[in-house]
């Protein structure tokens, strides 16, 4: 097994999920809370992914993120670093990639929490910000947990986005289902069998302890 | 002036608008019932001073203070209102414990305080042995006493209640409304409540305010909104034409025997009726018959002078003097047939179930 790739891949999803969690709180309340003109397309344009081929986002990608694009070159003048080819670049495209799998979660469970319940901690003295951490989230928090799982579970397993923008640099942006391409390029059969086995095994176990955990907070009330 | 004073507008459907001009006087402990059917807009004028909703115009102020104010863009968040806030089906927090939800609007207080408020009301509500169970495990009647405390526990100024009574079962309403008014009356701040419910109205209000169309149609105390309805549009809504105080002096077989004044009627009695109550009586229940006739099944049969005629179509509103003012409510042709003039004297027939008695504490 490529050890670098399995780590390389836990510590994208790791940073994918932090960064999209800490992006997906707010913006999933915005979403559940308010009535905006223009809310559906803002929707449409958060689960765009789930319809793309990552092909047509790592291209855009491609051409945004390299040295002579302006973002690619404002990255560079500041960190010295190239945007296209590095980790960076590859979790800015698995940010985007799975935005739909953080927000989407995270505002239905939002929405499941009764907003009278909130009217009734604001009447109570409570600021909105309050009334979200002492109602909206602990009522809402199997859609924060599942959006957290199915973001990590979903970056573990990303393809497509990160080899058109990343490539397969090993330890940088070969993560472990790139490492598996490559086997099968190599005709490695032994090596991309023991991987896809270990993802296989990985997926199901995250599935098997989110259900579990959202069937007790069902049983709970 | 002190109190509530509000004057709003709020456009809910192109169609639809919800126009409140009101107030409540913040002396001491009153009951202001805003009363209509359900989707007159009542429960919108409710969340519009909770501060839950934004009117598109107007202004609503406590005391000093402007809560509200188009013109000059204020705004205040429903948590500096200082009011106590009861919703329809009670929305208490199913992840806190009772004494969790009852302490809930006062996180801001030191622990040792916050518990001593919180035990102290538990008490008042004969909650205590509940304040470790969730709100899912206890009664529809336990979980009304549970919100109710955990409104009045902040101390609000104003307090705001809508359809107390709507999410329990009838017999247990029946039970409750009596104690609701106790209730309220131990916080001694002002209330405004709204209902759909007629028996709710008579029974809690000091004041109703008649809510139809999203307008106010008409804001007097209790007697004079079911006496005397400003119009056509109240007189339906609120049904009775005939609502007396009315004092309870013994019950046997069932039956009441009541001082209206100085008038004593019978009236079937609910159970457990007792002390002062209100008289309920239907303008259409009140039959008219010249001169003494024979004894027969009614049991009331009050000698009355007419003071007045009001034709209504093909009816004819009598207003009488039974010893205490009294309508009745006839055919033209009856009206006709009996040559009822203003000033005649003739009895009034009142069955003994249709004087309904509601409870007042």
């Known amino acids: 097994m490529d050890w670098r790739a399995v780590l390389l891949t836990l510590r994208l999803a790791a940073w994918t999920t932090a960064i999209l969690a800490a992006i997906g709180l707010p913006a999933a309340y915005w979403l559940s809370s308010s009535r905006f003109r223009g809310k559906a397309l803002f929707e449409a344009l958060v689960a765009l992914p789930l319809v793309l081929p990552p092909t047509v986002l790592g291209f855009y990608l491609l051409v945004a993120t390299g040295p002579r694009s302006r973002i690619g070159g404002l990255f560079e003048s500041w ?143 | 002036m002190s109190g509530l004073s509000a004057r709003f507008d709020k456009r809910l459907s192109p169609a639809f608008r919800v126009s409140a001009d009101l107030s409540v006087p913040a002396d001491g402990f009153s009951v202001t019932v805003l009363f209509g059917p359900s989707g007159s807009g009542k429960t919108t004028i409710l969340r519009c001073v909770a501060g839950l909703e934004r009117p598109d115009a107007g202004r609503i102020a406590f005391g000093e203070e402007t809560w509200f104010d188009a013109a000059r863009r204020v705004d205040e968040a429903p948590g500096r209102r200082r009011i106590g806030f009861l919703p329809q089906d009670y929305s208490l927090f199913p992840h806190f414990t009772v004494a969790g939800n009852v302490g809930y609007g006062l996180r801001r207080l030191a622990r040792s305080e916050r518990r001593s408020r919180v035990s102290e009301i538990l008490e008042r509500f004969d909650l205590t042995a509940l304040a470790g169970s969730h709100p899912g495990r206890i009664s529809g009647g336990e979980q009304q006493r549970v919100a109710l405390a955990r409104a009045l526990v902040v101390r609000p100024r104003l307090l705001l209640l809508d359809e107390p009574l709507s999410a329990l079962d009838a017999p247990l309403r029946e039970r409750l409304r009596p104690e609701l008014r106790r209730a309220l009356s131990g916080s001694g701040a002002p209330v405004l409540l709204v209902t759909h419910d007629r028996l709710d109205a008579i029974s809690l209000a000091d004041r109703v305010a008649v809510v139809d169309g999203g307008q106010i149609l008409q804001m007097e105390t209790v007697e004079e909104v079911f006496n005397r309805p400003s119009g056509l549009r109240v007189a339906e809504i609120v049904g009775v034409e005939n609502v007396r105080p009315a004092r309870v002096l013994s019950v046997e077989n069932g039956l009441a025997s009541l001082a209206i004044g100085a008038v004593r009627v019978t009236a079937v009695a609910p159970p457990g009726v007792a002390g002062d109550v209100f008289a309920c009586i239907r303008a259409e229940e009140v039959a008219l018959e010249r001169g003494q006739g024979s004894p027969g099944s009614v049991r009331n049969r009050l000698p009355s002078r007419i003071v007045a005629l009001e034709p209504a179509g093909a009816t004819v509103r009598v207003r009488l003097d039974a010893g205490f003012p009294l309508t009745a409510l006839v055919t033209r042709s009856a009206c006709d047939e009996l040559e009822l003039r203003p000033g005649d004297a003739l009895s009034a027939l009142i069955k003994a179930p249709a004087i309904h008695l509601v409870p007042r504490e």
């Open chain 1, 79 to 221: 960190t010295g670093h190239r945007l296209a080819f590095s980790f960076a670049g590859i979790l800015l495209a698995s940010v985007l990639y799975n935005l739909p799998f953080t927000i989407r979660p995270f505002a239905a469970g939002f929405s499941s929490v009764d907003s009278r319940l909130l009217d009734a901690s604001r009447t109570l003295g409570e600021s909105r910000w309050m009334t979200f951490l002492r109602v909206t989230l602990p009522l809402g928090w199997a859609g924060v947990l599942t959006g957290i799982v199915l973001t990590f579970a979903h970056t573990v397993g990303e393809f497509g986005v990160v080899l058109m923008v990343g490539g397969s640099i090993p330890g940088v942006t070969r993560t472990l289902s790139v490492s598996i391409y490559d086997d099968i390029q190599a005709l490695d059969y032994a090596a991309a069998g023991r991987s896809a086995f270990a993802l296989v095994v990985f997926s199901f176990v995250v599935l098997a302890v989110t259900h579990a955990l959202a069937r007790r907070s069902a049983f709970r009330g």
